[in-house]
Nanobody, 114 residues
Framework: QVQLVESGGGLVQPGGSLRLSCTASGTTFSINGFNWYRQAPGKKRELVATISSGGSTNYADSLKGRFTISRDNAKRTVYLQMNSLKPEDTAVYYC????????WGQGTQVTVSS
């Protein structure tokens, strides 16, 4: 059974930083690609960043330069480093992976507010 558990969210002031983690179990982690999505209140879920099994990354155009996705295969964890946070980054952040079907974590809330 594949399980994804996100952590690291919280309340941060504009301009601050957070690092989200997504820890996976029940899968051969190193061969999987992972994605971070986010969903703000009243909005559709949107893709934030992707990382392949080989470490190749892609980002939503609007987030390039502020967000960085990375992975640590030994820790079975994918990270999302978020810098220069803005109020519009407030959302629930989810990670997912596709192994025969899509698996999602439960999400972690990020609130950017003064």
């Amino acid at each position: 059974q594949v399980q994804l558990v996100e952590s690291g969210g919280g309340l941060v002031q504009p301009g601050g930083s957070l690092r989200l983690s997504c820890t996976a179990s029940g899968t051969t982690f190193s061969i999987n690609g992972f994605n971070w999505y986010r969903q703000a209140p009243g909005k559709k879920r949107e893709l934030v960043a992707t990382i392949s099994s080989g470490g190749s990354t892609n980002y939503a155009d609007s987030l390039k330069g502020r967000f960085t996705i990375s992975r640590d295969n030994a820790k079975r964890t994918v990270y999302l480093q978020m810098n220069s946070l803005k109020p519009e980054d407030t959302a629930v952040y989810y990670c997912n992976t596709y192994i025969s079907r899509l698996y999602w974590g439960q999400g972690t809330q990020v609130t950017v507010s003064s």
